[in-house]
């Protein structure tokens, strides 16, 4: 029975992958013909100087990569929950079990902003770096579902892990936003945009949603902080004991604290404020692979 | 002369008020803060006194150069080093010494009215004219204090302010960080902590001389132990048969505390309380209960003998140390729970459960050095001065003979390791965690705005600003102006 669900959640996660390829090919051909576009609009008003997209053609593909977005993730959320039931516990106890669910989460993450803002220029990045993630999970760290170690048997590994992998998502899609500004930025100081990246919202617009993303999940990274802590206490007899998990979850936090100062009280934007808001989510990656794989302490349930 | 002597005084006076405004400036705290960040990296990189002595110790032997000057730089204490402190108090003084006035002033802010409204309005985001009735002003009015802004109404305009909450949230958040802080300080400085392994079936008295480790905080002493007691009665440990990685561990105990006695469970993430005092099951192994004969088969040691796992599957090393014995004799050993034999590595262990337990030792005779004075593992013994004089193994039951006498493993129980912890700080800590998410919501998702109305020639003019162009402000606008207009 277990291992039948184990089953289920691996269809439910190549079928998950299947689908964000689609999404991938959607976004990739509404990207490639968003730049042809120009050619055939608005030469009629002579204007040649503020050549403007028609996105008439390609909107049934965006429409078609977001559709494929959301039913992938759901597919991925299936395949994240059979997971859960095969190994009877939540999916949150190997590095193959956080990937997935990290997948998830940044997905989800995407998802939900894209309701507020428009960012489905993103959506070709967000296609492929999920694919990748899913990839590398399936092949590299797969691990048959096991049960939890004693020391993970316990609510806060559902409050703590939940809340701190939506951060992850949303700080990550902060940076992605962040390199974005970036990599503009670079490109506007030699001339005008490119075509295909005129749809892309203005840097000040970029600038502002990054801060938004990161203003948004800090309390929520806080808490995630500090129910580790309560957990950790029950399990281990101490709140805080400076294991390599726990530094690099306290620096991220610390990181992310200096990027909202830096934005709300000394008034860094652009250029300066997007490289510590990717250096703060770095700290968060490099938790999460560093510590987990080659990191020594009591938080290394990698399985690897 | 009188000059002489006051101007370096004021001067003094004003290069110390110069260097607290440096200090509590937002650019000090802001490096302070990222420093910080930084300054934690190396404790996680290099091994830690407090996380992991042994790699400590192996680090030394592998690098003696370099450890000798990481040691004087602390990077094997980073997080109680010198210049570790030096950031995180400045960070605090500067913290304090920006909040606390901040928070005065912020005090005396809610207390008045909103500031009056600015002479030009037409400045300031979403500014419009509308032609309206008379009665803007009171309509307004109505509608400012059903949305509970607090104002200020002069003749012909009225300032509205709301949101003090975002600055009360940031205020108590800072506020919360000194408490955290004082927590962890006060933890430090009264709590203590110990280990103590308990063989199933016997008593932990809460005494010093029970603990195998015991540490105090700074401004305690041993006299502060509550007296409990806590009996092993039962414990079991599962394992998952395919992966062999530990499922779940409970002891059962009889405690006693103040005179009464009651039966509990212990398991990992469910710790006994003793008032302050809390008690994990933090880990677990065996213990060989063994009988060593001498050769006219007196006894000359009885007893379970506590052995240390090596790996998850619970091979375990330790000493058995007989000084009665006439010579005496040590038997340094290893015991497997479920005994396999590689041609590498000789003796495994393959399973964490007891299915096929055995015991292998070399024997050594002479000298164990127990009366040197010098403190020793109770898990090995030096044998350097010693002589081997056999070597053997036995499963329960079987009695292995040497020259000199025998030695019979009778069977084997369960130890537990029991952390005795008690941090009087942490209730502090934890009320900051709560009170610092509280702050940080209240902070991050507060929004804090100003309307103004003010009648002209032709009507009335309407203007906003929000702090950090916090979003939403325009819909509310627009709504003031919809009831302004009657719409509504
Ligand atoms: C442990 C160190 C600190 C942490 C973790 C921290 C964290 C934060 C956070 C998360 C915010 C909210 C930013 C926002 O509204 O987007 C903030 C705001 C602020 N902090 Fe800190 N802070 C720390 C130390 C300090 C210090 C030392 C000072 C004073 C020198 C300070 C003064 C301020 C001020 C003035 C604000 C702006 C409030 C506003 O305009 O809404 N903080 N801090």
Redesign the pocket.
Known sequence: MQTTWAYISNYFVYSAMAVFTISFIAHAFETAFAVRAPETADTTEGNLLTKTLDYKRTERAARIATAMMILAFFLLLAGVVARGISAKHVPWGNMYEFSITGALAFTGAYLVALRKHDLRWLGLFISISVLLTLGTAITLLYRNSSPLVPALKSTWLVIHVISAIISGGVFLLANVVAGAYLYLERVESRGERPAWLKRVPSLEVLDQLSYRLV?FV?PLWTFAVIAGAIWAESAWGRYWGWDPKETWAFITW?AY?AY??A???VGWRGRRAAWLCIFAGSTFLFNYVYVNVWGTGKHTYSGL | MTNQVEIPELGFIGLLRFAWRQL???RT?LI??MLMGVAAIPGSLIPQRITNPMAVRDFFANNPGLSSWYDRLSLFDVYGSPWFSAIYIL?FI??IG??LP?SVEHYKAMLAPPPVTPKNLDRLSFHQEISASTASLELAATWFKQKRFRVRIEGDSISAEKGYL??TG?LL??LS?ILILIGVSFGSLFGMRGDAIVNVGERFINVPTTYDTLSFGKLINANSLPPFTVKVDRFVAQYDPKTNAPKDYTAWVTVTDSGKTSKKVLKVNEPLTFGNTRVYLQANGYSPVVTVRDSEKKIVFQGPVPFLPQDGNLRSIGSIKVPDAKPSVGFVASFVPTNARTTSQGAISIFPELLDPKLLFSIWEGDLGLDSGVPQSVYKIDTSKLKQIGLGSVKPGETFNYRGGSITLETVIPWINLNVVDDPGKRYALLGGIVAVLG?LS??YGRRRRIWIRTTNSGVEVAALAK?SAPGLEAEVNDFVKHLKGEK
């Open positions: 203003a800090f610390v604290a909202l100062h934005r709300v009280t | 509590t400036s937002m705290a302070l803060l960070l500067s913290l920006c909040v901040r975002r600055e940031n958040f800072h960080l940080l902070s991050l950090n």
